[in-house]
C-alpha cells in the first residue's frame, strides 16, 4: 500500500523478517488484514514490502512516518501488538526492526532536496 505523498515522511521504518518454513502464508496474511488500520494511523505516509534477490524467504517492509509519535502510534496499536505476539512467538524464525530519520528525499521530478553537486551535475 502506498499513498500518493508530496515527501516521504521524516522517519523511516525497515522490517526485515524470515517466516520459520510453513508460516510465510501466516505472515503475509497478518500482514494484509492490518493494512487497513495502518492507513488510519495519522502520520503514516506509505508502505511497501519487498522480498529478498539474495537471502530466499526473507522479506522487507519499509514504511515511512511524519514523525516519530506517528511510528509510535503504529508500534502501541492493540491489533499490531497481537500481530507481534504472534510473530514473536510462533511466526519468525529471525527479524529485524531499523528506524531511521530520513535526511533528505528527492525525485527526477522534485529535486528540491537534492545535494547541490548532484543538481549542478545534472543541470549541464
Known sequence: MTRNR???GSIAVL???TPKPGCTERYLEIASQLKQDL???PG???VERFSSLTTQG???SLSFWDSEKAASCWRNHVLH???QLEG???LFADYKITVAVVQRAYT???RTQAPADSSDFFQS
Open 58 to 60: 526473507k522479506y522487507l
Open 108 to 110: 527526477a521530478e522534485n
Open 39 to 41: 492507513a488510519c494511523i
Open 6 to 8: 508530496q515527501s516521504t
Open 81 to 83: 501488538r497481537a500481530a
Open 15 to 17: 522490517f526485515e523478517v
Open 88 to 90: 514473536r512467538t510462533a
Open 44 to 46: 503514516f505516509s506509505g
